[in-house]
């Protein structure tokens, strides 16, 4: 970690100040000792590789070179993770690290163009093929001798899934599907890797049968010789071309005419063709969407990653950059020393935690629920697409909210691409809109919670997410005070969701008697969204106050109360920025609101020479943050010059445009 340049002194004198021991926080952060050493091993086994250093920052690539280079690199890097394997190392902790914010971004700076096989292609085949179509599959696809892509999203239609137009017809004579893409609108759009990359499909399609359409099934399509890599008959492909960011992902289109797929070739874990041609329901329509969901739950962990590293890079910045003097006659102060600027810092560092607890909660509760399904019991499905859902939404949003609040904390130098930020903010971003837009998410959450409300109201139990609902109802006429406490606030969080979800839930109905369900519904959307997110944002509050209670029983004295002092932040900075909500609903005076802004400033504060310990303590090598203003030893005007010498044209004293146009331009007379 430490780097062999010395060190600038402004940061080597703000570490001085850190009162708990790093290491120890870091432990905590990955959960043991082992965790950490063993991603210590991992990033350096594969950031020493000369082979996957980039000798010209990527960003300087065209188009074309960078999704080559790309390539280049997953083929590395799948090797070396094979390598490892050989080894007796390597789950798929190593495959999340590399394919998301973790590592990922370190060698793709713009995300790994196979990302979506590891992430979709298989899980798809593991969630949704029979034993048998397993067996055929799964290895081949595990060693990368076929590689996918998972093609949902069409032209027309990525949100409404069930609008999805592209055809897969039952032909009983010859026992094949018949796929067809229909018109323009039918065609997948956006998918990754499906421009250049990948070689096979899971396709998403309108299911035709016996003269009868069953709704959108799984299809597993050869799309290019296994050879040539030339498109088959009748498949039209290309990429989709330039983006806001993940410029790598080599997203792409594709067409079908006329293009034949055995019966085998539908992934029948779920409904099943039959070779006469009948359909068989399966036990849930949700079962086709198990895969989104997995993603979603991927998605939570990788904002938090990529959001630490937003951090680390302002925050050491913001301890090395001097401007401005605060009083006259003094020197300029290190800018964290503007409290503006330790409030646009901190409150995002405790959001890395809280997102980072969040996550794990939500993966073991996405595993519990999938062996619940591999039993057949679907009970718990419908709170874990609930929250999974409002979880996505409320986690990139404000992961993108605050990666953007970094960049401006980090002044005109953080609009460079050396700085780093443009990449993580096209990954977050892209997040927001892909695999569910998160309004979208927002509004599934709700459908959920205004049934829970509709159950808890005719006395049926609840699920552990949405409890707070019966304890509301049982005790609706106590008014409980507003607590500036983390335990208060969640209570002043709960009971806001409660009596927003009620109050949607009344306009609902009123809208009903005038109007059908679904227009009552889409005109209530604005208060829905509103409910949604004053549950998740209670959930997120929960789980950390749960987690972080019990995680830090045996930590040190030193290491617990920073921890503490981060929820305190986490919580009074969300009090004040749903101030609207808790007038409304939880008992909230403007007297709590001075004490909140207090208990801010005393906390920002409180955090100020121990901050930089946790960002430390993230334990991003110089080589994963890949930014000049982050790195380790704080030289950042070294840095920055040194980067800005890397650009092409300072390869050169004169650049050829001078002789071919300014020079006659600014000689010529008119
Ligand atoms: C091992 C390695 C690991 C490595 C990890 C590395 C980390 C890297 C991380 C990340 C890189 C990722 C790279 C990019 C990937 C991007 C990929 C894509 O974008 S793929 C396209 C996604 N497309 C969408 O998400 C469409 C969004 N639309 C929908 O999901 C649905 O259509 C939705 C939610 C709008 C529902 O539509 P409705 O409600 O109009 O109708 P109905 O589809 O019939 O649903 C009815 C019932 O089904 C439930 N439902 C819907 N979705 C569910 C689900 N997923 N699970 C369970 N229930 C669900 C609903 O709640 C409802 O339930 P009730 O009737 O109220 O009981
Ligand atoms: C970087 C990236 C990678 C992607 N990778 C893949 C991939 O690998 N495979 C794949 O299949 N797809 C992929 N997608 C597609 C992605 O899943 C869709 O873009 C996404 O689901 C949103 O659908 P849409 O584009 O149709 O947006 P739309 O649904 O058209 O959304 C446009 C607007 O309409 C609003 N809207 C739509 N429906 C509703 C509603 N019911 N209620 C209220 N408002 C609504 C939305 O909130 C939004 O504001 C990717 C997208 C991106 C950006």
């Known amino acids: 970690?430490?780097?062999?340049?010395?060190?600038?002194?402004?940061?080597?004198?703000?570490?001085?100040?850190?009162?708990?021991?790093?290491?120890?926080?870091?432990?905590?952060?990955?959960?043991?000792?082992?965790?950490?050493?063993?991603?210590?091993?991992?990033?350096?086994?594969?950031?020493?590789?000369?082979?996957?250093?980039?000798?010209?920052?990527?960003?300087?690539?065209?188009?074309?070179?960078?999704?080559?280079?790309?390539?280049?690199?997953?083929?590395?890097?799948?090797?070396?993770?094979?390598?490892?394997?050989?080894?007796?190392?390597?789950?798929?902790?190593?495959?999340?690290?590399?394919?998301?914010?973790?590592?990922?971004?370190?060698?793709?700076?713009?995300?790994?163009?196979?990302?979506?096989?590891?992430?979709?292609?298989?899980?798809?085949?593991?969630?949704?093929?029979?034993?048998?179509?397993?067996?055929?599959?799964?290895?081949?696809?595990?060693?990368?001798?076929?590689?996918?892509?998972?093609?949902?999203?069409?032209?027309?239609?990525?949100?409404?899934?069930?609008?999805?137009?592209?055809?897969?017809?039952?032909?009983?004579?010859?026992?094949?599907?018949?796929l067809n893409s229909p018109n323009l609108t039918s065609y997948k759009w956006w998918p990754g890797g499906l421009g250049h990359t990948t070689n096979y499909a899971i396709v998403i399609a309108q299911l035709h049968s016996l003269g009868k359409c069953h709704g959108i099934q799984p299809f597993i399509v050869q799309l290019r010789d296994e050879e040539t890599h030339m498109p088959l008959k009748g498949i039209k492909i290309g990429e989709i071309g330039n983006k806001v960011g993940m410029n790598t992902v080599n997203n792409g289109f594709l067409a079908f005419d006329n293009v034949r797929i055995p019966l085998k070739n539908m992934l029948m874990k779920n409904a099943k063709v039959l070779e006469d041609g009948q359909f068989i329901k399966p036990k849930s329509s949700v079962l086709t969407y198990g895969t989104m969901m997995f993603v979603r739950v991927v998605i939570l962990k990788d904002m938090a990653s990529y959001l630490s590293k937003a951090v680390t890079i302002a925050l050491r910045y913001s301890m090395v950059r001097r401007q401005s003097p605060i009083e006259p006659n003094k020197p300029e102060p290190k800018i964290i020393e503007h409290v503006t600027q330790q409030y646009k810092i901190f409150p995002a560092i405790a959001k890395v935690i809280v997102f980072k607890i969040t996550a794990e909660f939500l993966w073991d509760m996405y595993n519990q629920v999938t062996h619940d399904l591999d039993k057949g019991d679907l009970e718990r499905l419908p709170e874990l697409h609930a929250i999974s859902c409002c979880l996505k939404a409320v986690c990139t949003n404000e992961a993108a909210q605050a990666v953007e609040i970094c960049r401006l904390s980090t002044g005109g130098h953080g609009y460079l691409n050396s700085a780093g930020f443009q990449d993580i903010y096209g990954m977050v971003t892209a997040a927001q809109t892909y695999e569910g837009e998160n309004t979208v998410m927002f509004l599934q959450t709700a459908r959920y919670l205004i049934k829970c409300w509709e159950k808890a109201m005719n006395g049926e139990k609840l699920t552990p997410t949405v409890s707070y609902l019966e304890n509301f109802i049982k005790g609706r006429n106590s008014r409980q005070s507003f607590q500036?406490?983390?335990?208060?606030?969640?209570?002043?969080?709960?009971?806001?969701?409660?009596?927003?979800?009620?109050?949607?839930?009344?306009?609902?109905?009123?809208?009903?008697?005038?109007?059908?369900?679904?227009?009552?519904?889409?005109?209530?959307?604005?208060?829905?969204?509103?409910?949604?997110?004053?549950?998740?944002?209670?959930?997120?509050?929960?789980?950390?106050?749960?987690?972080?209670?019990?995680?830090?029983?045996?930590?040190?004295?030193?290491?617990?109360?920073?921890?503490?002092?981060?929820?305190?932040?986490?919580?009074?900075?969300?009090?004040?920025?749903?101030?609207?909500?808790?007038?409304?609903?939880?008992?909230?005076?403007?007297?709590?609101?001075?004490?909140?802004?207090?208990?801010?400033?005393?906390?920002?504060?409180?955090?100020?020479?121990?901050?930089?310990?946790?960002?430390?303590?993230?334990?991003?090598?110089?080589?994963?943050?890949?930014?000049?203003?982050?790195?380790?030893?704080?030289?950042v005007y070294e840095n920055l010059i040194n980067a800005a010498m890397k650009s092409p044209l300072n390869q050169e004293d004169v650049n050829k445009s001078f002789h071919l146009y300014l020079k006659p331009f600014m000689k010529s007379n008119l």
């Open 484 to 635: 500036n406490s983390p335990s208060g606030i969640l209570k002043a969080f709960q009971l806001a969701a409660a009596k927003k979800i009620a109050e949607s839930n009344k306009h609902l109905e009123e809208r009903k008697k005038y109007l059908s369900p679904e227009e009552a519904t889409n005109q209530t959307g604005l208060e829905l969204i509103n409910a949604s997110e004053l549950h998740c944002q209670a959930f997120l509050l929960q789980a950390t106050i749960e987690v972080l209670e019990d995680s830090t029983k045996q930590t040190s004295l030193q290491l617990r109360s920073v921890l503490k002092d981060l929820l305190e932040l986490y919580s009074v900075d969300l009090a004040l920025r749903y101030t609207g909500s808790l007038l409304e609903f939880a008992n909230m005076t403007s007297s709590d609101i001075e004490f909140l802004q207090r208990s801010l400033e005393a906390l920002l504060k409180k955090l100020r020479y121990n901050i930089l310990g946790i960002v430390d303590g993230f334990d991003h090598p110089d080589q994963i943050l890949g930014s000049v203003l982050g790195t380790y030893d704080g030289n």
């Open 1 to 178: 970690m430490t780097s062999a340049t010395k060190v600038n002194p402004d940061l080597s004198d703000e570490r001085k100040k850190v009162e708990f021991d790093v290491e120890e926080f870091t432990n905590w952060y990955y959960k043991g000792a082992e965790n950490v050493a063993e991603k210590r091993f991992l990033e350096n086994f594969f950031l020493s590789d000369p082979e996957l250093e980039d000798k010209v920052p990527t960003s300087y690539l065209s188009h074309k070179e960078k999704y080559e280079n790309a390539v280049r690199k997953a083929v590395l890097v799948v090797n070396k993770i094979k390598e490892l394997q050989a080894d007796g190392r390597g789950g798929v902790d190593i495959y999340m690290a590399l394919l998301g914010g973790t590592l990922g971004t370190a060698i793709f700076r713009e995300a790994n163009p196979i990302t979506v096989h590891f992430v979709m292609f298989l899980p798809a085949i593991m969630n949704h093929g029979t034993s048998d179509q397993q067996a055929e599959w799964i290895s081949r696809a595990w060693n990368c001798n076929i590689i996918g892509t998972y093609a949902q999203t069409e032209l027309g239609h990525g949100t409404y899934i069930r609008g999805l137009e592209t055809t897969a017809t039952y032909d009983p004579k010859s026992k094949e599907f018949i």
